[in-house]
């Protein structure tokens, strides 16, 4: 018994440890900034939910997941490749990777290498770059140096979206990677509200949002085990404790033995 209990500890610590090797590894991936941006103005981050906080460096490290909005300010940002954003008043982003920006409201200005990748999430809709393989019989009738693609976004009060491409093609998909529409130099588009399906999903909450009714809360977690596995845990230590205690108990009665009564003749 005493071997069961050492070998239930021995998992336990197990489930512990992975506990803090995955906290350890997400601190690590937060300490690793995607770009900088440069600001202007009245620029804040989330600190941390519903916690706003001014920008203040002149250089500002861009981190995954983290929430940027410009009130009364603009910001230029440049990521890994060249890759430059500038961004306008009262825009709302973040970026989801390395290669995705989420843009929930505003208007950003973006330049892009021809090998650079970089997506715009915004609402349901998805801006890239598109791909296109040139044909010629005259290889030295294609320009050995691609272009960079020039475009911005913008997204009005209504819920509408207007994507327009300065230079180079852009492609505009839905949720299902569908293209709803291809555009190439200096071509407008203005899709509807209907279309971009309400707000985007940015990671982190803006100040003072509340839950959606009927949204599912996130599960509550603690040092990377959820509330089911705490529960296994404990109610294990608790079963183990109880089989020890009443093994132990009854032992001790075991070294007894009845005498057998003997008749006392008359």
Known sequence: ???????????????????????????????????????????????????WKDVELSQFPIFQGVAIKTEKGASLITLEGNRQIEVGENSLFSFDRNDQMHLTQ???DFRLPSTAELSFNVGDLTVIQSKSLQASKNPSAVSPKSEATIGSISVHSNGAVTVKSLRGSLSILNQERVVLAALSSKDTVTL?????KGPSKV???QAGETAAPGAEAEPWEFLGLTTWWWVAIVTGVVVATVIIAVAAGGGGGGGRRAVAAVPVCP
């Open 1 to 51: 018994m005493k071997k069961i209990f050492v070998y239930f500890l021995c998992v336990s610590f197990l489930l512990l440890a992975n506990g803090f090797h995955t906290m350890i590894a997400e601190a690590k991936e937060m300490g690793r900034p995607m770009g900088e941006m440069v600001s202007r103005g009245d620029v804040k981050f989330e600190a941390r939910k519903t916690v």
């Open 106 to 108: 505003g208007t950003i």
């Open 192 to 196: 509807p509200s209907a279309a971009v």
């Open 203 to 205: 990671i982190v909450a």
